[in-house]
């Protein structure tokens, strides 16, 4: 691979690892300060979108579709120690993304899920950090 | 100790569901494998000597963390393995979900159930 196409998975990655942590802190404040949970749902499954595709362009692959990005998560987690954990804390950050578009998780669901998809960015943004 | 009673074992439920999935019933296929999953826990509950009031969400919820409270588990071990359940409970009363997030949401879910049998 030429010098010039790994620069720019390694700018991409860049970008999408600071994107993550942008619509987390953002998906706080919506939550916490304007009790917008919705809202806060939707952002807090982009972060978790974005920590994808931080991690899969340090390997020098960009997922286009969610789709890519899920194929793109399942090679990640045969590679870390807790890897059907963070497939399940995905799952739970996917149930966000329904929740943000249905409103159906009640309070203890939708509590349930945020932790679990704070879980799952967490681990990726050290997944990120680490090989870095 | 009581628990609620549920029709199936978890693994009938598992069998069941992938019958609906070949025949392309993939609503009707997810429910049952969101009850698998309740069945799972009930077996969980039981052979912890936990009191379990229903196999409504926020109650598994509750036995998922009281089971993981005491640390004799890594975190999110059961936490986890709602997920799964729950996303397929979305698509049967909902219809949610695309076909890749189905895969991935049966083929975790079977896993989960699976190995927490294998622990009993």
Not at chain 2, 54 to 68: F, M, N, P, T, Y
Request: hydrophobic share 40%; with cysteine; net charge negative.
């Amino acid at each position: 691979m030429s010098s010039s196409r790994s620069e720019q998975y390694r700018e991409r990655a860049i970008r999408h690892e600071a994107r993550a942590r942008n619509y987390r802190r953002q998906a706080g404040l919506l939550l916490q300060r304007d009790s917008d949970a919705d809202c806060a749902a939707a952002l807090l499954y982009e972060s978790a979108k974005q920590c994808i595709n931080a991690v899969a362009n340090q390997r020098d692959q960009n997922p286009g579709t969610t789709g890519g990005k899920v194929s793109a998560l399942r090679e990640i987690t045969t590679e870390v120690p807790n890897g059907p954990t963070l497939m399940q804390n995905w799952q739970r950050a996917d149930r966000l993304h329904i929740h943000a578009d249905r409103g159906n998780l009640n309070p203890a669901e939708f509590a349930e899920a945020w932790e679990q998809a704070q879980a799952f960015i967490d681990t990726m943004l050290n997944i990120y950090q680490r090989d870095a | 100790m009581s628990a609620p009673a549920m029709g199936m074992t978890p693994l009938e439920y598992v069998d069941a569901s992938k019958r609906e999935r070949e025949v392309g019933n993939h609503r009707k296929a997810a429910g049952l494998m969101w009850q698998a999953t309740q069945a799972t826990f009930i077996a969980l509950a039981d052979a912890h000597g936990v009191e379990l009031g229903s196999v409504d969400e926020g109650d598994l919820i509750d036995l998922a963390r009281g089971l993981e409270a005491d640390g004799s588990v890594p975190k999110w071990r059961y936490r986890g393995g709602l997920a799964p359940g729950s996303l397929l409970k979305d698509h049967a009363e909902m219809g949610v979900l695309e076909s890749y997030q189905l895969e991935l949401a049966y083929e975790t879910a079977e896993q989960f159930i699976k190995e927490c049998l294998h622990e009993l």
